[in-house]
């Protein structure tokens, strides 16, 4: 190993991964919602709603920063924040709206601060050794092209606000002045309103419930061009657009400058074991120690299979055969920004092979080795086809009372419109209740189905390697790849036993060559119709 390096204190001294992604995204959700729920003037001849040019490119930052944060681009996110909480203490007049993202944006600040030390701190405990990338940086990539076109997007969609905003201008400077009567008003966002000569159009304005039947609404009529004189046609979203575009460019290329840097000098290394994770992720060790993971964009090839084939995997899976004894895994020197989020070069017998970035290892990170989970189940008792195993009394109460949740809030919602957050409550409960309806489990004559949260799997029997035991839990291994699937605690002890014998039968009969299926559970399906009745009502 090049090295030293401090592996507890490397992983020490790392920020919270919960720090951003649900204390800052928290922080930001709550202080949208105070933002959005504070009480506003309403657009009258006076005090007219103006479209702000300005604050519609602060809108840029405003929604960065809960995406950047979600994908682990801490400074930058929290940059973002900081820039938002300026700029909306400048610009919006809601002291609501300034007092909750001026306290995000501390919080964002005080992050960012803690990130940089964390960082500096990952960066001394990761040893002392540096190395020159060999050769020369790597051509500039698709990035490159993605930022440029990106660009080009943006300046278009600033030309076409330039467009249609003098178009608007030439329309109010030759319009004139008349008052429209109201004479419908349709699901409470859609006012119509009648012009003296008879002429009828419809407008949408911010507080569409404010308009009733009768009422007289000053308007701008130039011909056919109508515009209500209290709300002008507001068409900076454009501004917007156009403004996203060229940030997501300049991150883009911000990230492909990092990446070149790498060989602009001597930079920190440490060799480390390599765990294939999948296709294009790997997973670094440091002994018995996990360190990162990093995403590559092909597969390395640097591992030989454990298993020759899928039969032998079955063999090993449904215990009829010793596993594999596992060789040394491979190594290799990882080269670069040492801390999470870092860029980094993988080298390979003096080679760069891959470029990447420095993420955290998750639990879903499993390493498949020749130490298998749990028990292997054997054949057991005969049952009667199709069976099901349904959930046990304590899961369908809690359907009951997720049900009960959900009635609650739709209700709730019709009282105070305005707590939106309520419907999406509502949702996590529909979704929820529906799985502690269905079975957990089904064995027919010729597959086995589960049911999960978000998909049911169809497995064919010949697609099914077998099953092991983990406590209350079944792992079910099928498929080319040996996929593996973990049932919730399931109430029938006999439930893998019953399915080892339903394979068993169904290896009677001559393999038809089914694939496995997978389809979006019923559960998706009522969560989106109770969405769709929260929007209705």
């Known amino acids: 190993m090049i090295g030293p390096v401090d592996v507890q204190r490397w992983q020490a001294a790392a920020v919270p991964w919960w720090v951003t992604k649900v204390g800052l995204v928290g922080g930001w959700v709550a202080a949208f919602y105070l933002a959005a729920s504070a009480g506003e003037a309403p657009c009258t001849t006076a005090h ?21 944060l979600l994908f682990g681009r801490v400074l930058t996110g929290c940059a973002m924040g900081v820039l938002f909480g300026v700029l909306d203490l400048a610009l919006d007049g809601s002291a609501a709206a300034n007092v909750a993202f001026v306290l995000h944006a501390g919080a964002c600040a005080l992050v960012a601060a803690w990130t940089f030390r964390s960082r500096a701190d990952q960066h001394d405990a990761a040893g002392a050794a540096l190395v020159s990338l060999p050769d020369l940086p790597p051509q500039r990539g698709v990035l490159r092209v993605v930022a440029v076109l990106l660009v080009l997007f943006g300046f278009l969609t600033f030309v ?15 319009a004139s002045r008349v008052d429209a009567e109201v004479v419908e008003v349709k699901n409470a966002s859609e006012v119509w309103v009648e012009l003296p000569d008879r002429q009828r159009t419809a407008f949408q304005p911010l507080a569409a419930d404010t ?32 403004g996203a575009a060229v940030f997501l460019a300049i991150v883009l290329a911000a990230r492909e400058r990092r990446r070149r840097s790498l060989w602009n000098g001597p930079v920190k290394a440490i060799r480390l074991q390599v765990h294939p994770l999948g296709p294009r992720r790997i997973l670094l060790r440091h002994g018995r120690d996990d360190i990162a993971t990093v995403a590559t964009l092909a597969d390395l090839g640097l591992e030989e299979p454990l298993y020759h084939d899928t039969e032998q995997f079955g063999r090993v899976w449904r215990g009829e055969e010793d596993p594999p004894v596992r060789l040394d895994p491979p190594e290799v020197l990882v080269a670069g920004e040492w801390h999470h989020g870092g860029q980094v070069a993988l080298l390979v017998e003096g080679e760069v092979v891959a470029t990447s970035t420095l993420s955290r290892v998750r639990p879903r990170h499993t390493v498949h080795s020749a130490h298998l989970p749990g028990e292997p189940v054997t054949t057991g008792t005969a049952v009667e086809l199709p069976h099901a195993v349904w959930p046990g009394d304590r899961r369908r109460a809690e359907g009951v009372a997720l049900l009960l949740g959900a009635a609650g809030a739709l209700v709730a919602l019709k009282e105070y419109p305005d707590l939106i957050v309520l419907g999406l409550i509502g949702v996590q409960c529909v979704l929820s209740a529906v799985t502690r309806f269905q079975p957990m489990l089904r064995l027919d004559h010729d597959a086995v189905v589960l049911y999960t949260g978000v998909f049911t799997y169809r497995v064919p029997w010949e697609q099914v390697h077998g099953v092991r035991r983990s406590g209350p839990q079944l792992m079910l291994a099928f498929g080319p ?14 439930a893998g036993e019953k399915l080892m014998w339903a394979r068993a039968r169904s290896s009677i009969a ?11 559970n019923v559960s998706v399906f009522a969560g989106a119709a109770y969405a769709a009745l929260v929007l209705f009502i």
Request: proline fraction near 11%; include cysteine.
């Open 48 to 68: 007219p709603c103006m479209p702000d040019p300005v604050f519609s490119l602060a809108v840029v930052p405003l929604l960065a920063t809960p995406l950047l």
């Open 160 to 174: 076409q606000y330039s467009l249609i905003n003098d178009e608007i201008a030439q329309h109010v400077a030759k």
């Open 211 to 242: 308009y009733h039947v009768g009422d007289e609404v000053p308007v701008l009529s130039d011909g056919t061009w109508v515009q209500m004189a209290n709300e002008p046609e507001d068409v900076t979203w454009w501004l917007t657009l156009g």
């Open 481 to 494: 790849h040996g996929d593996v699937l973990t049932t919730p605690h399931l109430p029938d002890r006999q």
């Open 510 to 520: 001559e393999p038809r060559g089914r694939k496995v299926t997978r389809k979006l």
